[in-house]
């Protein structure tokens, strides 16, 4: 199994900025963000797989940026502009799938880590 330990998660005002990591076992084929908030669905927030530009979910599209590193088997989420609709905890995942672009399905990901609460307050 994988394992996958989500950090840098916290509260910032509408604007501002965070960078969240991922410290993994391994870095498998496929790896993505993605995001649960309260009474809302999970959803796929950015993916990075063969292809080394991220794939991205609409509402995050150009604020977030995915990458990894693997000498250090870590991934970060760094994200910009945030807005109060940001707000959930995020989760690392991992997919042992081939994926070109990657995949913002959750359902592809074999592995989870226990999630970085992120709050942005307007």
């Known amino acids: 199994a994988v394992q996958l330990t989500e950090s840098g998660g916290g509260s910032v005002q509408a604007g501002g900025s965070l960078t969240l990591s991922c410290a993994a076992s391994?870095?498998?084929?496929?790896m993505g963000w993605f995001r649960q908030a309260p009474g809302k669905e999970r959803e796929g927030v950015a993916s990075?797989?063969?292809?080394?530009?991220?794939l991205y979910a609409d509402s995050v599209q150009g604020r977030f940026n995915i990458s990894k590193d693997t000498a250090e088997n870590t991934l970060t989420l760094q994200m910009n502009s945030l807005k109060p609709e940001d707000t959930a905890m995020y989760y690392c995942?991992?997919?042992?799938?081939?994926?070109?672009?990657?995949?913002?399905?959750?359902?592809?990901?074999?592995?989870w880590g226990q999630g970085t609460q992120v709050t942005v307050s307007s």
């Open positions: 990075i797989a063969t292809y080394p530009i991220g």
């Open positions: 391994e870095l498998t084929v496929t």
């Open positions: 995942a991992a997919s042992r799938l081939p994926q070109w672009r990657g995949s913002l399905v959750g359902a592809r990901y074999d592995f």
